[in-house]
């Protein structure tokens, strides 16, 4: 047993002399996820229990499954999980070829400084606090806003478009892909920056245009990239964040704009429940788990390129 300690400790002791700096350069990242992903999951058991700040987490009672049962039998429950889904569909759906597709454009153009002009401003909206891009959007949206006024132009009456619950989603989604696009192609143009430049060579020697080219060579080159982002992607499905929401949503729209987050925020947090906002997050959690195992064991079987 003591030289099997030996052993151990001689090769981590040659691993750090070797690599130390790396693990230096490391530290900060582990010591964040531990501190802030890890060491918080203990209070997940709140989840289960009545919590009440003054008695602790060890004092609150234990209550078992009651706050997910109250979550699931609640009359809001269809109501709030059918809007999360159909907000991160329509967002899946329309925003996450966005990226691609920009990227694609961009690596088309031939002049450099038109091509980082054109980077430089798609980029820009991502910098933008979240609450003054909800505030433009109340602004072009009102009666008297630019878009509703544009529109008008065309024989639509000029009215509040966040006041009406049909259009609260394709405002949501239009303004997410504005604001999203630009930051979101930067992966993909690393990844374009990768392929092998013979590769295109080859395809023009043989006769294949621009267009084929793309789809020939750059889009298989992409996939694996692709792939990746999409299985993330859907782990966060059922994790519509509330900030964006409550910025944009009031009380007639609901039917359409109330989801998961935005829920919890106003029983939860507002009403002081804690223990049920710890329960849906939860549930959550182990939902979007699940979606992103599925997805990554139907990316396995099907292709090359997984997570694990």
Not at 92 to 110: D, K, S, T, W
Not at 173 to 187: D, T, Y
């Amino acid at each position: 047993m003591d030289q099997k300690n030996m052993t151990i400790r001689s090769r981590f002791l040659r691993e750090m002399t070797k690599n130390g700096e790396l693990y230096l350069i490391a530290l900060p990242v582990i010591a964040y996820y531990i501190i802030f992903h890890y060491v918080p999951m203990y209070g997940a058991q709140i989840a289960f229990k009545d919590f009440s700040p003054s008695a602790g987490i060890e004092g609150s009672p234990w209550v078992g499954f009651r706050h997910f049962i109250d979550f699931f039998g609640s009359i809001y429950f269809v109501r709030v999980l059918k809007n999360t889904l159909v907000i991160s569909a329509t967002s899946l759906i329309f925003g996450f070829p966005a990226p691609i597709i920009l990227a694609l454009l961009i690596n088309e153009l031939r002049t450099r400084r038109f091509s980082r002009t054109v980077q430089t401003i798609t980029y820009m909206p991502h910098f933008i606090s979240m609450v003054v891009i909800c505030g433009m959007i109340r602004e072009f949206t009102s009666q008297a806003g630019l878009i509703s006024v544009v529109l008008s132009y065309f024989g639509l009456p000029a009215r509040t478009m966040l006041n009406d619950a049909g259009l609260f989603v394709p405002i949501y989604v239009i303004s997410g892909i504005w604001q999203g696009v630009g930051w979101g192609s930067i992966i993909y143009l690393a990844a374009l920056t990768g392929i092998d430049q013979e590769l295109y060579q080859a395809a023009s020697i043989d006769g294949a245009g621009r267009w084929k080219q793309t789809l020939h060579v750059t889009l298989p080159c992409l996939l694996p990239t692709i792939i990746v982002l999409l299985i993330l992607r859907t782990g966060n499905i059922l994790s519509v964040g509330a900030e964006k929401i409550i910025l944009l949503y009031n009380a007639a729209i609901y039917e359409t704009s109330d989801v998961i987050s935005s829920y919890v925020y106003r029983r939860g947090l507002l009403n002081s429940d804690w223990s049920f906002s710890a329960a849906v997050g939860l549930f959550n959690s182990v939902v979007n788990f699940i979606l992103v195992a599925f997805v990554n064991w139907l990316s396995r079987r099907t292709s090359e390129t997984s997570l694990w």
